[in-house]
């Protein structure tokens, strides 16, 4: 242990605490005494379980958002008999499955690029031509449930995974084989893009050629970023 270094133990949230989060998260002053035990009893006071856990009731018609008020919906019955997943990454995993088709696909081609991702690469590499004009509102509806953010407008429009664990859940349920061809293709596309210097891309190209199976260039990718670091002195 670094005897210069300060420990914060970060202990759970207290239920208000998380009431005051999921109430920011969602807009409305305050929360249905049944959504807001749900929430606390199955979050365990993990603030990014709480959020999701929110958003799924939100997204699953469970409770609606309306007129600045949370209320339960019409026929929901009891929430504490729903069936929702234990862990946090199973929460979002269900969220993502409720997407329409053209918007999950997106996520999932966002997340080989990175948590932070550019418009312009993410259009040149998605794999369905016919979408490439919705993609800009597919976006902002990704946006709009929380699973993305705007990072920077444009004309250098960049959007960014709202916290590291969607971005590699959207990642765990691509096939391998979708994401050996995505990873070649952000490779490709980089190297088309930054011809001119690729030396200080090295170890995102060693990234994305790993990840697209192709030993060869990611060994001489990775010597590439060694040879950097020894000149920068690293």
Do not use: M
Not at 49 to 64: H, K, N, Q, V, W
Request: proline letters at 7%.
């Amino acid at each position: 242990d670094d005897p210069t270094s300060d420990r914060l133990p970060l202990q759970p949230l207290d239920p208000g605490d998380t009431l005051t989060l999921v109430c920011s998260r969602l807009g409305v002053p305050s929360l249905p005494e049944r959504v807001a035990g749900l929430i606390e009893d199955r979050a365990q006071g993990n603030p990014f379980f709480s959020e999701e856990l929110a958003y799924a009731l939100r997204d699953t018609g469970l409770i609606r958002i309306a007129d600045g008020r949370c209320t339960i919906a019409p026929g929901a019955g009891d929430l504490r008999s729903v069936s929702f997943p234990d862990t946090v990454q199973g929460v979002v995993a269900g969220r993502i499955d409720r997407l329409p088709p053209g918007q999950e696909l997106t996520l999932k081609v966002a997340s080989v690029v990175g948590r932070l991702f550019a418009f312009r690469i993410l259009r040149d590499i998605h794999p369905i031509e016919a979408d490439w004009s919705s993609l800009p509102e597919q976006l902002e509806d990704l946006q709009r449930h929380d699973f993305t953010l705007l990072d920077t407008p444009d004309p250098d429009l960049a959007y960014l995974f709202k916290h590291v664990v969607t971005q590699e859940v959207a990642y765990s349920l691509l096939l391998y084989g979708q994401r050996r061809q995505l990873h070649r293709a952000v490779a490709e596309w980089y190297e088309r893009s930054q011809a001119d210097d690729l030396s200080v891309l090295s170890p995102l190209l060693a990234h994305h050629w790993a990840g697209a199976d192709e030993p060869v260039k990611t060994v001489r990718y990775l010597e590439l970023a060694g040879e950097q670091a020894l000149r920068a002195g690293a």
